[in-house]
């Protein structure tokens, strides 16, 4: 193969996304689940508030999705965990390197050390990833030249109690329920009078309805009985397998408790079990019955659907 060297150009992101240093913003990076399937990325939601993107959960897919959002890896230097299974952390070494890589003439990588917050088991584990790095990010000092503090981790955990308040932004850690997953938390961001709840992986929990009242947005996984209950009916010899991961999620139906209860203002569905197709009479059918429980707006979220917190 020839290549013409005149004719060559760099491939850069096409978008770069601004952020307005009052913005209040989400964006659903990642609205699947364990299972891969077409169309829905591990779980990751970005958090976009006074000029910084907080990062929760880091899926399989997370820089891709970032980039194709428009937010450049590189702007990650916060990055909170709700639990610790793979499809929420798998994604963390990609990530971790990626944020630190200038991507020259574009926009410069992470100098400092990267933050992370999560629930009480979380230095153990995250820590082991970047143990697995080790290697590379010695070569990355020695021989790239990166910057020092960019290699290293700074650890904040918390089952319950607050997580970050610096610049106006507060981020509360509130314990849920995944068991045999524990500890699991859930988290409220909140910033100038306005708040956005993440509930993280759970069974309904009075904590999830407690740290939601009034909120703006919550963000909640679901999903749908029925549909789970039929799948397993018409395949038996796998019953356990389909229904067991639901005995500590939530169902669309409770979701919609939760958010009556709390009086949230927007109510976005993630984490789809079984995800439903892109059509409006599946999308129709995975939310029946939820506005009978629950009268403000209901958005089966989508990867890169963003919301702005006015």
Known sequence: MIVDMDHQEYIEPNFIRPIDPEEFSVVLLGTGTPRAYRGAAKPSVAVIVAGKVFLVDS???????????????????????????????????????SSWRTHVGIIDGRKNAMKVYGPTNTREIIQKYHDALSYDISLRLSYNKSDTDGA????????????????????????????????????????????????????PVENTVLHSQNADLLVHDAYNKTWLDQIAEQNPELAIQVTN?????TTTLEAAEIAARAQVKHLVLTHHIPAPKRTPEAEAS???????IYSGPITLGRDLMEFRIL
């Open 59 to 97: 899926g399989g897919e997370v820089v891709r999705q970032l980039i194709e959002s428009g937010i450049m890896p590189q702007r990650i230097e916060h990055v909170f965990f709700t639990h610790h299974h793979y499809d929420h952390n798998g994604g963390f070494i990609d990530l971790f390197i």
């Open 245 to 249: 991961p639901a005995k500590y999620h």
């Open 152 to 203: 290293l981790i700074e650890f904040t955990e918390h089952d319950n109690g607050v997580l970050y308040d610096q610049d106006g932004v507060k981020v509360t850690a509130f314990e849920v329920d995944h068991r045999p997953v524990k500890p699991c938390i859930g988290m409220k961001f909140e910033y100038k009078g306005r708040s956005v709840v993440i509930s993280g992986d759970t069974r």
């Open 286 to 292: 995975y939310l029946a019955g939820m506005g009978e």
